[in-house]
């Protein structure tokens, strides 16, 4: 049993050590009663100012306040590692707590057109870490401090690592089951631009010549049954600018839903409306719930839409237990510095929420259409974002669209790059 010492025990501490520790499998204690650590047996080590005889790492303000505060932050060397200095102080564990708990991101005052935050503007960016899971990276590196100054080893666990292809339905086909008056828009539309390629595609899909570009669901459903941990996100809202599916009366659109729940686990896909319309998200929820016959618990904002921190306190609220939003759409990367699971730390109300949170690590659109790379240029980045988290564990949670996955216009060749992705072996 590691046993830690702190003068005083905060949500902030007990939440961190349970993320350096626990998927390690490392049993650990927290006190703030001296002289029952100076008598615990090793392993130990002291959150604390420098006492004498005793390891210790001296903190930072970060764990001991609550609310939001700015600090002057540094990039600095600790064991041969870089950290965070808050201002001007080293501190692992605030580092740690820090990136985990999204606190830049409450912090950045520049949001896109959408209202998201901005990777690029992130101080993972900015330091260079954005590619690295800094949180495992330092977690590791305390676990070796702790082993080097007690002498011992605290046997931990290595994380897995997982891959786990998702797949976002913001539009189940390409031409297919719009409706009459959706039609007639589209063709005018096309008449008007002189489009004479769509004009001639939709009039093969409609008269069953050809299958619709977007219909990839053969190919959706042969990855899962390859990978069972395979997430599908749907989204029902109603016709919007941002939200053009397909109506969820459609019978058709329903029955696709259910066979397709039989494969993978099928969760929603909150429309851009909902966002700011807790009713719209409500009936949402209910819409695939009734669809599906059962609770839906899991989720994906449309347009990775997330607004700190009332997003996940809505989607908690309304009874959702996972989320998959988590991630930029502008960069690649590890937003929280971590590729596993966790649970939500609500800064502003100074808790741990029951909400669990898995980091995407790419989409397919930031590497496509935000980040301009070529195919080549792309592979070259999922594999070394892949090689961290095989390094480091966790799941290498990849999301992509049914329309970008079947080689079609600016997507052609790019199936290369979902097939890197979804194979861990590789």
């Known amino acids: 049993m590691l046993t830690i010492y702190t003068e005083n025990i905060t949500s902030r501490i ?32 002291a959150y604390a100012k420098q006492t004498k005889q005793e390891i210790c790492i001296p903190p930072s303000v970060v764990l001991f306040e609550t609310g939001i505060k700015q600090y002057a932050i540094q990039k600095t060397n600790w064991k041969q590692e870089e ?10 564990l605030a580092s740690v707590f820090y990136v985990i708990s999204l606190y830049d ?34 977690s590791e590196a305390l676990i070796d401090f702790i082993e080097e100054e007690n002498k011992c080893s605290l046997n931990r666990k290595k994380i897995p690592f997982q891959c786990v292809p998702t797949f976002d339905i913001d539009n189940t086909y390409a031409y297919r089951l719009k409706g009459r008056f959706r039609l007639i828009l589209s063709v005018f539309k096309d ?58 009366t459609c019978k058709e659109q329903k029955y696709l839903i259910q066979k397709m729940s039989s494969y993978a686990l099928v969760g929603l896909h909150p429309s851009y409306r909902s966002n700011k319309k807790v009713e719209q998200l409500k009936v949402e929820k209910e819409r ?11 989720t994906r904002q449309h347009y990775l839409k997330v607004q700190l921190p009332d997003t996940f306190r809505v989607l908690e609220k309304e009874g959702f237990t996972d989320d998959y939003s988590l991630g930029y759409a502008d960069v690649v990367g590890f937003r929280a510095g ?60 990849s999301l992509w669209h049914n329309e970008t996955i079947g080689d079609y216009q600016n997507w052609k060749g790019w199936s290369k790059v979902l097939e890197k992705s979804i194979k861990c072996n590789d």
């Open 338 to 397: 971590i590729a596993r699971s966790f649970l939500w730390f609500d800064i502003e109300n100074d808790k741990m929420s029951n909400l669990r949170l898995h980091p995407i690590t790419y989409m397919d659109g930031t590497l496509n259409e935000y980040m301009k790379l070529s195919i080549d240029e792309a592979l070259d980045v999922v594999e070394k974002l892949k090689n961290e988290v095989a390094e480091y564990g966790g799941k290498f949670i």
């Open 105 to 138: 991101d409450y912090l950045q005052v520049e949001k896109d057109k959408h209202g998201r935050n901005i990777g690029e503007k992130s101080i993972l960016y900015q330091f260079g870490w954005l590619d690295k899971l800094q949180v495992e990276r330092w």
């Open 14 to 45: 007990v939440y961190t050590l349970s993320i350096i520790f626990d998927d390690r499998q490392i049993k650990w204690q927290v006190t703030d009663d001296f002289k029952m650590f100076q008598e615990a047996p090793s392993p130990k080590f």
């Open 191 to 248: 008449v008007f631009n002189g489009d004479k390629r769509r004009i001639k595609e939709r009039s093969e899909v409609l008269n069953n010549k050809i299958q619709d570009p977007y219909d990839t669901f053969d190919k959706i459903i042969s990855i899962a049954q390859e990978n069972e941990s395979t997430k599908i996100f749907w989204l029902l809202g109603d016709y919007g600018k941002y939200d053009k599916n397909i109506s969820h």
């Open 83 to 92: 950290i965070l200095s808050f201002d001007a102080i080293p501190d692992v």
């Open 288 to 298: 695939l719930e009734n669809i599906l016959k059962k609770k839906v618990l899991h």
